[in-house]
């Protein structure tokens, strides 16, 4: 079967999956954990998600790359192998669209995987410079239960969905693939023979499973390979393992309250990422709008007993805070 699926331009423009084109999807995600859905977006898109990557961090070479990685967390840049970093990206610009990430064709085709209340769960982008090596062999997440061969048997939980912002030959440095690696029961280093490579086009986007065997080959390019990853899963998993360090999701509230109503459950995890950035100016400001105690060692012995009690009570302080027990 093969893993490769092309969605009909005229379906795309319409922001449609053909019934056929669906089926031929479902069931090559079900054999192989995989499947490259060949023009889900449309070139405007992906060329507006690259003009806004190199606004934000375009300007960064790899020795700039290696150093700002190289600073304590949290941080949004990590190495993930030689020249290969992943940042969690700003969601503004293109990356606040919800054409983007709430596309309505990918969310229709994740929904019949994940379930409809399914979440955003991480936005980042892996730049590959030239002279990355090849990646390690993994996971995206190790399985969840230590029970011999329990988790190739279960539904899958989280996808993950790459978007190249260039087109990438095997020069450049695709993803490789290990087909049907979600189904097998141990890492065994005897089946691991090369990898599925196939380029990418400008527009495809890949639907990885979270459990699939994969690794970035290496760019022998002259240019930066970045491609987009956008993680969907079940409300119940959170990938503690690969972001311990920063936050997967980076979205302003002033950009989640734009968005439209319809789109915000998708969202909720960003919503709450965003809030709790924000947790110290809610005491600060509670610091700056109540008066002092009484009790505030800064006022201590500067507080007369007939004077009033600096609590608001009304009250003179020997007969309030300053009562003698």
Not at 141 to 152: C, I, Q, T
Not at 175 to 184: A, F, I, K
Not at 309 to 315: D, E, F, L, M
Request: aromatic share 8%; with cysteine.
């Amino acid at each position: 079967m093969d893993w490769v699926v092309t969605v009909s331009a005229n379906k795309a423009a319409s922001g449609e999956i053909a019934p056929e084109t669906e089926a031929a999807a479902h069931a090559a995600f079900e054999e192989h954990g995989c499947v490259l859905l060949r023009g889900m977006f449309p070139p405007a898109t992906i060329d507006a998600m690259h003009r806004e990557y190199v606004a934000q961090f375009g300007m960064l070479d790899l020795a700039a790359m290696r150093r700002e990685a190289a600073r304590p967390g949290p941080n949004r840049i990590l190495e993930v192998g030689g020249a290969r970093y992943d940042i969690t990206l700003r969601m503004t610009g293109a990356f606040a669209q919800p054409d983007v990430f709430a596309n309505g064709r990918l969310l229709k085709f994740l929904g019949s995987l994940l379930g409809n209340d399914m979440h955003l769960s991480n936005l980042t982008v892996v730049a590959s410079h030239p002279e990355s090596t090849k990646q390690h062999v993994h996971r995206d997440h190790p399985h969840l239960f230590l029970n011999p061969g329990v988790d190739p048997s279960l539904p899958v939980y989280a996808i993950n969905v790459a978007v190249p912002l260039i087109d990438v030959d095997v020069e450049t440095g695709p993803t490789g693939v290990w087909l049907g690696s979600h189904r097998w029961k141990e890492d065994n280093a005897s089946m691991l023979n090369e990898p599925t490579v196939c380029s990418w086009q400008r527009g495809d986007c890949m639907l990885l499973d979270y459990r699939t065997l994969h690794a970035g080959l290496p760019n022998r390019s002259g240019r930066v390979r970045p491609i987009v990853y956008m993680v969907y899963a079940r409300p119940w998993f959170f990938d503690h393992g690969n972001h311990v360090r920063r936050i997967p999701l980076d979205m302003p509230l002033e950009n989640y309250d734009e968005i439209p109503a319809s789109v915000r459950p998708l969202l909720i995890r960003a919503f709450f990422y965003a809030t709790l950035a924000r947790w110290g100016e809610v005491d600060a400001h509670a610091r700056a709008v109540q008066p002092p105690s009484a009790n505030t060692p800064s006022l201590a012995g500067r507080i007369r007993r007939n004077d009033p009690c600096p609590c608001g009570a009304g009250k003179k302080y020997k007969h309030c805070h300053g009562r003698l027990a």
